[in-house]
């Protein structure tokens, strides 16, 4: 991996670029017009999106250009995020051929190539951070076509002992301050993440660990539904990995939606985290000195944690004791986002971006909620304490996960 601020970020937007290019090649050209979450454009308008923004925005929008595809445009400039009741009812025959929405997205990223010198850093690091983000959900996306529309051998065989079930305890955080947000110090951030606040957070008890398959099979057990990425075939239970499905791993944290984490802590009369009390066990500790990152100052490496593509699924909870808090909390960052139970809003001082004005508030609705840290597929870039994604109590596709709070 490669830290940030080490690669200029034109360089940074070519290796994205290459990585997305890999990515669209996992899969099998039918399944480009597929659609594996029916909350979700089909895989074929994510080819023209991306470059489709980055053309948006830097030539367009920042640079002022006459675009050369404007129905193009306007046909790839943004995604979906509907309730139940209102999906999509596009079928494949309304898109232009996977040819011509390869061939728009080659001439976007000529048009983009042909003006980067002019860019500043700002917008290209929108570009930047816009595709690794997409890269992330696309990868959500992915998990749920048939392991046959996906090209083998991308991946090493997953394996797991069975037997490892690390014990969870609990982990005093004295009240203190959380610090949310960024200050505008000319460093990049999303409109969502401003301004830097300050926020006082009583005591609480937190979980050490995220909460195992092995802890959340005991709910199942009791009668819960089996989580998304779970399936059971005759008695036993299996976790549904990126490229293969493996006896469920006792050992790893449970992806679940927000709903699922809030009915195991009711069960067992625990609560979940808010958005402060993240911040409080991830970032602050016992000298009320903030942290860069969980473990400190250091730049993100796979030793902390299981991020920026380390792996396409998890690893066991205790795999990497080096990424712990000041408070001796493991993997706040990496190995699955973590659900807080607060609803997704603006920091005191928001200002939506000009020409991105929906970005975050389109979803400033009381039905999205904060989802904070990184998962497998994050990327380094977005592990920021200040970065903030959102989705869906009810989504179950995100790689997301959860630990229990006493308050
Ligand atoms: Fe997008």
């Known amino acids: 991996m490669i830290e940030a601020g080490v690669r200029n970020l034109v360089e940074e937007l070519q290796a994205i670029r290459a990585e997305s290019d890999r990515l669209f090649g996992v899969l099998n050209d039918e399944a480009l017009y597929e659609r594996p979450i029916r909350e979700r454009h089909r895989v074929l308008f994510y080819i023209g999106h991306l470059d489709g923004f980055d053309s948006i925005q830097i030539c367009r929008e920042h640079l002022g250009l006459k675009s050369p595809d404007p129905d193009l445009d306007l046909l790839f400039q943004a995604g979906i995020d509907p309730d139940s009741s209102h999906l999509p009812a596009d079928t494949p025959a309304d898109w232009p051929s996977i040819e011509q929405v390869r061939a728009y997205a080659t001439r976007c990223r000529k048009h983009v190539d042909a003006s980067l010198e002019r860019a500043t850093d700002e917008v290209v690091a929108l570009a930047v951070e816009h595709r690794q983000m997409h890269l992330e959900t696309l990868a959500y996306m992915f998990h749920n076509f048939e392991f046959d529309q996906k090209r083998a051998g991308i991946a090493p065989p997953l394996e797991d002992r069975t037997d490892h079930k690390p014990k969870n305890e609990w982990r005093d955080i004295p009240a203190g301050e959380a610090i949310l947000g960024k200050s505008y110090d000319g460093s990049f951030g999303w409109d969502n993440e401003y301004d830097l606040v300050s926020r006082a957070v009583s005591t609480f008890r ?7 398959n092995g802890e959340y099979l005991r709910f199942v057990r009791e009668g819960a539904k089996l989580p998304h990425f779970w399936n059971r075939r005759g008695d036993s239970i299996f ?3 990126m490229f ?19 009915a195991y802590a009711d069960w067992r009369g625990k609560d979940l985290l808010t958005e402060e009390q993240f911040h409080r066990a991830a970032f602050g500790s016992p000298n009320q000195e903030i942290r860069r ?18 792996r396409w699924d998890p690893e066991p909870v205790d795999a990497t004791p080096r990424g712990a808090s000041a408070f001796r909390v493991e993997q ?4 699955g986002w973590e659900w807080t139970k607060s609803v997704f809003g603006a920091l005191p001082g928001f200002k939506p971006l000009p020409s991105y004005p929906g970005y975050s508030a389109n979803f400033f609705d009381g039905a999205h909620f904060v989802i904070k840290g990184g998962s497998p597929r994050t990327a ?7 970065f903030r994604n959102w989705f869906r109590g009810d989504y179950p596709y995100v790689y997301a996960t959860f630990r229990c709070v006493e308050n």
Do not use: C, M
């Not at 293969?244 to 984490?261: D, F, N, T």
């Open 206 to 212: 937190v979980q050490r660990y995220k909460v195992t």
């Open 239 to 241: 976790y549904r990995g």
């Open 244 to 262: 293969q499905e493996i006896p469920l791993p006792l050992s790893w944290p449970v992806y679940v939606s927000l709903e699922e984490a809030k």
């Open 293 to 310: 990152y969980p473990w400190g100052q250091e730049a993100p490496s796979w030793e902390h944690g299981n991020f920026d593509s380390k």
């Open 332 to 335: 706040l960052v990496g190995n």
């Open 380 to 386: 380094a870039r977005l592990l920021r304490s200040s």
